[in-house]
């Protein structure tokens, strides 16, 4: 991010009012005006959130094993992958919520193909709009499904490579 897109940030997101405090702009966010990668925003958080305390379920330490783990698991290439199987359970509301996600302006990294970062935006805003909206039995539903399928995906290559 450039300095003078940092500055405007920081002045139209922190405004003051006379006695120095805060001004705050909105009471709640509507995810439904939200722009889709707004939603992938917040999604990515919420991923990262929920794999981290998945990991804790099996293993606690060293932390930094755990950290990388948990990279690989919310990588674009990996959240891909589990949209691609949890699919057949969307609804048609959020599989329009994915496709908005997935056909958002932005750059990939060289970490994942096009196609790969394009669906794993379309998932994280699938993600974001289902938290925003405090849909939590229905948002954790998809993450543990999503969360199943890459687990299931890195156990079998690592059998995979003992047999080879």
Not at 153 to 161: D, G, L, R, Y
């Amino acid at each position: 991010m450039k300095f003078r897109e940092r500055q405007k940030i920081a002045a139209t997101a922190f405004e003051t009012d006379e006695a120095g405090r805060l001004i705050e702009k909105f009471d709640e966010a509507n995810p439904e005006t939200l722009p889709p990668l707004v939603l992938a925003y917040v999604g990515d958080a919420v991923f990262h959130l929920y794999v981290r305390r998945r990991l804790l379920s099996y293993v606690q330490s060293p932390v930094d094993v755990v950290s990388q783990f948990g990279a690989k698991i919310v990588s674009a290439v990996c959240q891909s992958h589990a949209y691609e199987k949890i699919e057949p359970m969307l609804t048609e509301e959020e599989t329009a919520i994915f496709r908005r996600g997935r056909n958002a302006h932005s750059r990939t990294p060289h970490s994942a193909t096009v196609r790969e970062y394009h669906i794993s935006t379309g998932f994280e805003a699938l993600l974001g709009m289902l938290y925003l909206k405090s849909e939590t039995g229905r948002l954790r539903e998809i993450l543990e499904a999503a969360f199943r399928t890459i687990a299931e995906e890195i156990a079998n290559s690592v059998e995979t490579k003992k047999i080879g």
